[in-house]
């Protein structure tokens, strides 16, 4: 009778008082995956061991995230957010499940292959069990800590089809490993099973995709080598539009290039989650061309002497050369004449080598440019002009000063100085936006200067009432201090006032 009433007491208490305080990676883990939204890499794998210590049936965390299945087979169908976060999070067995797998989660996050070993030779189901809230596999954890070693090993353990095993976002170990920037463990992966190339997450992308966000080029590399143009390809249509804005925004213009000229219609395309063109990301990219490059001296002096051999880039094997991928380094390469062992030995030096190597960077920027252009010089004058008109890519391009865009669409497209684009032409934005180089570039190229000059913008406003206005924050920023900044605004002003009074009484 005493026991019932104890029992009876500890029942009253655990209903009128709140549970314990989750862990606060765990809720907001489980808050995210709930919400569909996107998560951050860390935190997917932070998971904490210290939550699986002690008695498991008083400790509340987080089991399987899925509303509708969890790692255990059992389904729960909550009837609101906040009852699946309490039903989810008071699931009891789940954890019980995951306390068994506590070794082997902390072995793969240390890379220590020895004790994972001898776990999984005592339970050799557990290769490829799932052993953390985010439902990943020891190969995952172990991939996402960049333990190549112990990938490696792991891997001749796994069969092609455990390879495959998605977590709670739908991403394999491949993901984590192109996150982590550990490209032997990705060679590892996809020597075994090529296929893990292919495999998407649950936002449709690809590892390919994934590496050009976390990863360094010898992954982005290594992955485009081997990732296949099969259906659904990866690039071509949409994904393949999506696919060439990431490596522009990413800087992999040799690698863009590449796409390009292997997938005309790509250079044209508009994505359509984001509305991108590629010619829109560059133009939003003047860091990337010769222009908007602030060098010292002496990096100006190497910048003038250094040589970047021009080349045909080798095609890197889309039909996937899984074993033998093209070595990592630029796409485009040397040509076959030998290099002198005095230039060899300049090139390691690390400020020339860092030159160079932007160097290289701005001239493939600008080969793309020039691509992109072709193609757009053989479409319909219509789609064309919408390709410019919407977004206004020329405006934009010189508000952030991309001499280099502007300069090769409009010697393609010499109409484009006269196109008013959001109520403004691009020798207006030049002047709005103080870019002094874009402002005498198209006062020289356009014959009918006079008539530039006399525009007039939203109705009323000529060129010197734009000039007199601020200048942005970043063109204004340029010069520290307001005396500076009020004398370099003076001078601008003046400039722009002696070339409309030439024009108008000339």
Same mark, same amino acid.
């Given at each position: 009778?005493?026991?019932?009433?104890?029992?009876?007491?500890?029942?009253?208490?655990? $209903?009128?008082?709140?549970?314990?305080?989750?862990?606060?990676?765990?809720?907001?883990?489980?808050?995210?995956?709930?919400?569909?939204?996107?998560?951050?890499?860390?935190?997917?794998?932070?998971?904490?061991?210290?939550?699986?210590?002690?008695?498991?049936?008083?400790?509340?965390?987080?089991?399987?995230?899925?509303?509708?299945?969890?790692?255990? *087979?059992?389904?729960?169908?909550?009837?609101?957010?906040?009852?699946?976060? &309490? +039903?989810?999070?008071?699931?009891?067995?789940?954890?019980?499940?995951?306390?068994?797998?506590?070794?082997?989660?902390?072995?793969?996050?240390?890379?220590?292959?020895?004790? !994972?070993?001898?776990?999984?030779?005592?339970?050799?189901?557990?290769?490829?069990?799932?052993?953390?809230?985010?439902? &990943?596999?020891?190969?995952?954890?172990? !991939?996402?800590?960049?333990?190549?070693?112990?990938?490696? $090993?792991?891997?001749?353990?796994?069969?092609?089809?455990?390879?495959?095993?998605?977590?709670?976002?739908? =991403?394999?170990?491949?993901?984590?490993?192109? &996150?982590?920037?550990?490209?032997?463990?990705?060679?590892?992966?996809?020597?075994?099973?090529?296929?893990?190339?292919?495999?998407?997450?649950?936002?449709?992308?690809?590892?390919?995709?994934?590496?050009?966000?976390?990863?360094?080029?010898?992954?982005? =590399?290594?992955?485009?080598?081997?990732?296949?143009?099969?259906?659904?390809?990866?690039?071509?249509?949409?994904?393949?539009?999506?696919?060439?804005?990431?490596?522009?925004?990413?800087?992999?213009?040799?690698?863009?290039?590449?796409?390009?000229?292997?997938?005309?219609?790509? !250079?044209?395309? =508009?994505?359509?989650?984001?509305?991108?063109?590629?010619?829109?990301?560059?133009?939003?990219?003047?860091? !990337?061309?010769?222009?908007?490059?602030?060098?010292?001296?002496?990096?100006?002096?190497?910048?003038?002497?250094?040589?970047?051999?021009?080349?045909?880039?080798?095609?890197?094997?889309?039909?996937? +050369?899984?074993?033998?991928?093209?070595?990592? *380094?630029?796409?485009?390469?040397?040509?076959?004449?030998?290099?002198?062992?005095?230039?060899?030995?300049?090139?390691?030096?690390?400020?020339?080598?860092?030159?160079?190597?932007? $160097?290289?960077?701005?001239?493939?920027?600008?080969?793309?440019?020039?691509?992109?252009?072709?193609?757009?010089?053989?479409?319909?004058?219509?789609?064309?002009?919408?390709?410019?008109?919407?977004?206004?890519?020329?405006?934009?391009?010189?508000?952030?000063?991309?001499?280099?865009?502007?300069?090769?669409?409009?010697?393609?497209?010499?109409?484009?100085?006269?196109?008013?684009?959001?109520?403004?032409?691009?020798?207006?934005?030049?002047?709005?936006?103080?870019?002094?180089?874009?402002?005498?570039?198209?006062?020289?190229?356009?014959?009918?200067?006079?008539?530039?000059?006399?525009?007039?913008?939203? +109705?009323?406003?000529? &060129?010197?009432?734009?000039?007199?206005?601020?200048?942005?924050?970043?063109?204004?920023?340029?010069?520290? *201090?307001?005396?500076?900044?009020?004398?370099?605004?003076?001078?601008?002003?003046?400039?722009?006032?002696?070339?409309?009074?030439?024009?108008?009484?000339?």
């Amino acid at each position: 009778m005493k026991a019932e009433s104890r029992n009876y007491s500890q029942y009253l208490a655990q $209903k009128n008082n709140p549970p314990p305080k989750l862990h606060d990676n765990t809720y907001s883990m489980a808050s995210t995956c709930l919400q569909g939204n996107h998560v951050n890499p860390a935190a997917s794998f932070s998971f904490d061991p210290s939550l699986l210590e002690g008695e498991v049936a008083d400790t509340p965390t987080s089991p399987g995230l899925n509303s509708r299945t969890n790692p255990n *087979g059992s389904t729960c169908n909550p009837s609101s957010d906040a009852d699946q976060i &309490m +039903d989810l999070l008071t699931h009891r067995q789940v954890l019980k499940e995951l306390s068994h797998f506590r070794l082997l989660y902390k072995a793969a996050l240390r890379g220590d292959w020895g004790a !994972a070993n001898l776990f999984l030779q005592r339970n050799p189901d557990a290769v490829a069990a799932k052993i953390n809230v985010s439902w &990943m596999t020891a190969l995952s954890v172990a !991939a996402s800590a960049g333990h190549a070693q112990f990938v490696q $090993k792991l891997v001749e353990k796994m069969s092609v089809k455990q390879l495959e095993s998605k977590d709670r976002l739908g =991403r394999t170990a491949l993901f984590y490993a192109a &996150m982590a920037d550990c490209t032997q463990s990705a060679k590892a992966m996809v020597t075994k099973n090529p296929n893990l190339t292919q495999i998407r997450n649950d936002e449709n992308a690809t590892p390919l995709l994934c590496a050009l966000t976390y990863g360094s080029k010898k992954m982005v =590399r290594y992955l485009y080598s081997v990732t296949r143009d099969e259906d659904p390809s990866p690039f071509r249509g949409g994904n393949g539009v999506r696919l060439l804005v990431f490596m522009i925004a990413s800087g992999f213009y040799d690698t863009a290039l590449d796409l390009v000229q292997r997938y005309p219609q790509l !250079a044209t395309a =508009r994505d359509d989650k984001s509305g991108y063109t590629a010619l829109l990301a560059l133009s939003q990219r003047p860091s !990337a061309f010769p222009s908007k490059s602030r060098y010292g001296f002496l990096e100006r002096l190497i910048y003038s002497l250094i040589s970047v051999e021009k080349s045909g880039s080798p095609r890197p094997t889309i039909n996937g +050369d899984v074993e033998n991928p093209p070595e990592s *380094g630029n796409l485009t390469q040397v040509p076959d004449r030998p290099c002198s062992l005095l230039n060899a030995q300049i090139n390691k030096v690390p400020m020339v080598k860092q030159v160079r190597d932007m $160097k290289l960077t701005q001239i493939q920027s600008v080969k793309l440019v020039n691509r992109i252009c072709e193609q757009l010089s053989s479409m319909e004058t219509d789609e064309m002009l919408e390709c410019f008109l919407n977004p206004a890519v020329l405006n934009i391009a010189a508000e952030h000063g991309n001499t280099e865009v502007v300069i090769q669409c409009c010697e393609y497209f010499p109409d484009l100085l006269w196109l008013t684009m959001k109520g403004r032409s691009i020798f207006h934005v030049a002047v709005e936006h103080r870019q002094e180089k874009i402002f005498s570039l198209v006062y020289g190229m356009s014959a009918r200067r006079r008539l530039l000059t006399s525009l007039r913008v939203d +109705d009323s406003n000529t &060129m010197l009432h734009m000039v007199a206005k601020l200048a942005p924050s970043p063109q204004l920023n340029v010069a520290s *201090g307001a005396a500076l900044q009020m004398q370099r605004e003076l001078q601008w002003f003046k400039a722009i006032l002696l070339t409309h009074l030439s024009m108008v009484f000339n």
